[in-house]
């Protein structure tokens, strides 16, 4: 797993899939919120005039020279749930971020989000 402290300094830089298919650029890192583990990236995609920004989980993600790699494939991410780049996700379509992966998705007792952006 990567640690929260190290993967801050890849923001801006390039997310490959597990083939090294460049997907897009790191934008911010949302923490589960019941460990403040890095749980999911948004990515920067599109043309360069209509960027938006896609969910990919970090489970599996390692970092090299100037890139992270994440363990899902560029066309799953790129399908994904997406926010405009100026917008947060809203607590009602977090749980499609994780339908879209096949991860469970629990809220905290008191419903609370599962994830938070750091």
Known sequence: MIQM???REWRTHDVV???????????????????????????RVGL???HHLVFVPL?????????????HDKALVKQ?????????LPAEDEEAVFRHYDL?????????RQLARR
């Open 5 to 7: 402290a190290d993967i």
């Open 17 to 43: 899939d597990s083939r090294g298919r460049r997907i897009g650029e790191l934008e911010a890192i949302y923490v589960d919120t019941s460990t403040d583990e890095p749980a999911m990236a948004t990515v």
């Open 48 to 50: 360069p005039t209509r």
């Open 59 to 71: 489970d599996g993600a390692t970092a090299g020279p100037g890139y992270v790699r994440v363990a």
């Open 80 to 88: 994904g749930p997406s926010i405009g780049t100026d917008d947060v």
């Open 104 to 112: 469970p998705y629990e809220t905290g007792a008191n419903g609370e």
